[in-house]
Each structure stands twice: as C-alpha cells, then as structure tokens.
C-alpha cells in the first residue's frame, strides 16, 4: 500500500475514498477507526493517511488531484 493523500479530516477521507473506490480502486484508511472515537487526533497523527495498492497509485493520484482543485 502506497499512501496517496494526507488529508485533514476524517471526513474528507471518506470522501476521496468514494471517489477512489467509485473509479475500482480499493482504498485503505488506517487512522479511519483511530480517528473515528479521537476526532481531533489527526493533528498528532499528521493528518488521515489515504492508501491505495501500488499498483492503482498514478490513477489514484489524478482522482487526489480533481479532489483537491475541487476542495
């Protein structure tokens, strides 16, 4: 797994997870249950870490990219 975006919130995690997986892209979140009861955690952890296989990581970068011009 290749992390592909650190965002912010948890909640616009999930949103470019939508997106990824809408385009077949498998996606991991592995702050999402942290993060889920410790809201304000990303900020220790640095953000919520969006991953995907190595395999999926150029597509994947042109959805972060759409996600972030749109944000």
């Known amino acids: 797994m290749t992390t592909v975006a650190n965002l912010g919130t948890l909640?616009?995690?999930?949103?470019?997870?939508?997106?990824?997986?809408?385009?077949g892209i498998?996606?991991?979140?592995?702050?999402?249950?942290s993060l889920q009861n410790?809201?304000?955690g990303s900020f220790a952890l640095g953000?919520?870490?969006?991953?995907?296989?190595?395999d999926f990581a150029d597509r994947a970068a042109e959805i972060v990219a759409e996600f972030e011009r749109n944000a």
């Open 11 to 23: 909640d616009e995690a999930m949103i470019l997870r939508s997106m990824l997986e809408a385009d």
């Open 26 to 33: 498998p996606v991991l979140l592995p702050d999402e249950y």
């Open 38 to 40: 410790e809201g304000f």
């Open 47 to 54: 953000g919520v870490r969006v991953q995907v296989p190595e």
